[in-house]
């Protein structure tokens, strides 16, 4: 597994060892010793979850305030650009974001540490998502950052107006934010 640092701490893109020939390929997509291996990171998930979009929909910036959770991602199908946003008070990057395009064809994947918002944009009709998580969905903790907010500064390359759920339209700004320790 090779493992790439972004400009947020914590936050990594890894790239499995794919075995490739004639009849097709295969990879590891979850190995709990070589995760730690590569990143030093002990990570017990408990949930996985799996998602499928349409081209522009745009699902974030999410975060549970209790049970926060960290999230291994990847796209099974299509392409989606991805971003975790730091809300660690105690964190330098606070309030930073980071972003990484993220494809079926690559097969990286990103690992968003607890304490962070996570959000996506599928570039493709019918991008698949898949995503472990450390800690359960618990939905009366789920908050939202607004996607739009000028203080991230996320470039998100949409092609239009994005498809929205309410709860991302009406998501708020970092300013106001519940936030960690």
Do not use: C
Not at 28 to 55: L, M, P, Y
Not at 116 to 131: C, K, R, W
Not at 156 to 172: H, N, S, T
């Amino acid at each position: 597994m090779k493992v790439e640092r972004t400009a947020l701490e914590g936050v990594l893109v890894l790239e499995p060892r794919v075995f490739e020939d004639a009849r097709g390929w295969f990879y590891e997509s979850w190995n709990r010793r070589a995760f730690r291996e590569a990143t030093g990171i002990e990570a017990d998930f408990v949930q996985d979850n799996h998602s499928r979009s349409a081209k522009n929909v745009l699902r974030g910036l999410h975060y549970q305030v209790k049970h926060p959770q960290g999230k291994l991602v990847r796209i099974t199908t299509g392409a989606a650009y991805d971003v975790a946003v730091d809300l660690r008070r105690s964190s330098r990057n606070f309030g930073r974001a980071v972003g990484v395009q993220l494809d079926a064809r690559s097969r990286r994947m990103l690992w968003i540490p607890a304490g962070f918002a996570h959000g996506f944009l599928a570039l493709s009709d019918g991008t698949e998502m898949n995503y472990k998580a450390t800690d359960y969905y618990a939905p009366q903790h789920e908050r939202t950052l607004l996607w739009s907010d000028p203080a991230l500064g996320i470039s998100w390359p949409l092609q239009g107006e994005p498809v929205l759920a309410d709860k991302d339209r009406l998501g708020v700004a970092l300013a106001v934010a519940e936030t960690f320790d």
